[in-house]
């Protein structure tokens, strides 16, 4: 009898993705071979990245040709030439940048009937299904972005309709600020307009608490898992600061688990899996954002990813590891989705600056931050003198964890007065 | 080259890499902040330093300080 085969999966990488190199190489082990799919541009810019992937795993440049989806051209049968000769089971990702790309080389999908990833597509299925009080509208032209202000006539957000990290965003609250969009932003291509809810404050955190929660779930062919529910601190938004007339959003952390009350959790993992259904998701890990609002939840987004850092949460926890999960479930094995996390509670915590002018300002150290209970990691710190653009207008990016929620909330509560007593002189307070 | 000598090398690559002080033997690389790139930096210098060739594929599966040593000591620094 033959000796069973490890499976081959494609993993489309990328910088700054929800995995990195060591935890997909780690969580791969006895799981599958990896065989890595690189974009020639993303292989240029990032020789360091690909020194390592080649110590590690199997590389290809997808390039010579090939017609890649998110290059500005339909995915066809270009593709197929790509991924056929290396045998492979399935493609997965964990950089949204090339959610597309893993979906059109995966050999086994179909022809999507829609991309579930389009932010707008995800609106206009929810809405159909009940499932989201945001109007959304799509804006290609700076007209479209007028005839759609005018419609909609609430406070909107303009936004691109495939894109992560909070680039491009612009609030839309009065006719000035469409004006100024017309005055300074150059590409209008691939955008939408939706209109804004009210959030209700977290009912049960900290006031430094965020108003909406992420959802992390798994889908099989046969059932969707929810992992866990997490808190968020407070998107930051510095208006004007982005490049092309956007605003500056960064996401600022996330705890795990939620302090939402038992039925308050429940119900959004409930909502959770109606989303995923309505938008026919198939097997994979996804990330899914929801507002708390005086109704319950709206949904901010889906993503096709597990989320960057929570699997390092879970880790810490000592729950599933989420980056095999989904190696698991794109090779079309059944997850190991236990054990459950275990008590405690832990953060990832990654503040911005208030003031993106100016260089640092700060005699902190890593150690310092590390001497408070509760810290087990300093990733990064804003160095005295650097321009802040260096952390990516980051202060910090800390890692702590909490023998219960409330010994982990204390924690990030002195986390986070210290770095803002810390940074006060440069200019940021 | 004497193990001692050996593991003052680890141990000042690692806390310089890392920027931390007084490590102990079960702290993990990349819960402490390392990550693929830093593993790699790490690697190279103690490898430079000590002509010993250190398996990395081994410190990405277990990042513990004391592991790394182990390595170090087995691998024979010239």
């Keep these: ?429 | 080259m004497e193990n001692r000598v050996a593991d003052d090398v680890v141990l000042a690559e690692w806390c310089d890499v890392l920027d931390v002080t007084a490590p102990g033997a079960d702290d993990d690389f990349f819960e402490l902040g390392g990550n693929s790139l830093l593993a790699v930096t790490l690697i190279e210098r103690i490898e430079s330093r000590l002509g010993a060739e250190i398996p990395l594929e081994r410190f990405f599966m277990d990042g513990r300080l004391g592991t790394l040593l182990e390595s170090v000591r087995t691998a024979g620094a010239r």
């Excluded at chain 1, 009937?113 to 809405?127: A, E, F, I």
């Excluded at chain 1, 509760?374 to 653009?389: F, I, M, P, R």
């Design chain 1, 1 to 429: 009898m033959p000796e069973p085969t490890t499976p081959r999966l494609g993993v489309c990488h990328g910088p700054d993705g929800a995995a990195n190199l060591r935890e997909i190489y780690v969580a791969s082990q006895g799981v599958c071979e990896v065989v890595l799919l690189v974009r020639a541009a993303v292989a240029a810019a990032n020789p360091d990245i690909m020194r390592v992937a080649e110590r590690f795993f199997e590389c290809h440049v997808l390039s010579g040709g090939h017609v890649l989806p998110g290059d500005g051209a339909l995915p066809g049968d270009h593709v197929a030439e790509i991924v056929a000769p290396l045998g492979l089971r399935g493609v997965t990702t964990f950089h949204d940048d090339e959610l597309e790309l893993a979906d059109a080389l995966h050999p086994a999908t179909a022809a999507p009937t829609h991309n579930p990833w389009d932010k707008l597509v995800q609106r206009r299925v929810l809405g159909e299904h009940g499932l989201t009080s945001v109007d959304a509208v799509p804006v290609d032209a700076p007209e479209d972005l007028v005839r759609g202000f005018a419609t909609l006539g609430r406070p909107c957000v303009l936004k691109p309709r495939r894109a992560a990290g909070g680039q491009g965003i612009a609030f839309i609250d009065a006719d000035w600020d469409v004006r100024r969009q017309l005055d300074l932003r150059r590409d209008w291509t691939g955008l939408m307009l939706e209109t804004r809810i009210d959030p209700a404050p977290h009912p049960t955190g900290p006031p430094w608490l965020g108003s909406l929660v992420s959802v992390e779930t798994v889908s099989t062919g046969a059932e969707r898992v929810h992992l866990g529910v997490l808190d968020k601190l407070p998107v930051a938004v510095t208006r004007g600061a982005g490049p092309g007339g956007a605003d500056a959003v960064h996401v600022q952390g996330d705890l795990l688990p939620s302090g939402l009350s038992p039925e308050r959790s429940r119900a959004a993992r409930q909502y959770t899996g109606e989303i995923l259904d309505a938008l026919k998701v198939g097997p994979r890990v996804t990330h899914t954002e929801l507002l708390l609002t005086p109704e319950g939840f709206d949904v901010l987004e889906v993503n096709g990813r597990l989320a960057g850092h929570t699997s390092r949460l879970f880790r810490l926890l000592r729950g599933p590891d989420l980056v095999r999960i989904a190696l698991q479930v794109a090779v079309g094995d059944m997850p190991e989705v236990g054990p459950p996390i275990a008590p405690g509670a832990a953060a990832g915590v990654f503040p911005t600056f208030a003031r993106r002018r100016g260089p640092v300002r700060t005699s902190l150290r890593r150690r310092m931050l590390r001497e408070i209970p509760g810290v087990c990691a300093v990733d990064e710190l804003a160095q005295d003198g650097a321009d802040k653009s260096a952390t990516q207008y980051r202060i910090a990016n800390l890692t702590l964890r909490g023998d219960d929620r409330a010994a982990l909330d204390a924690s990030v509560g002195e986390v986070l007065r210290t770095l803002s007593e810390g940074f006060a002189e440069g200019g940021d307070g």
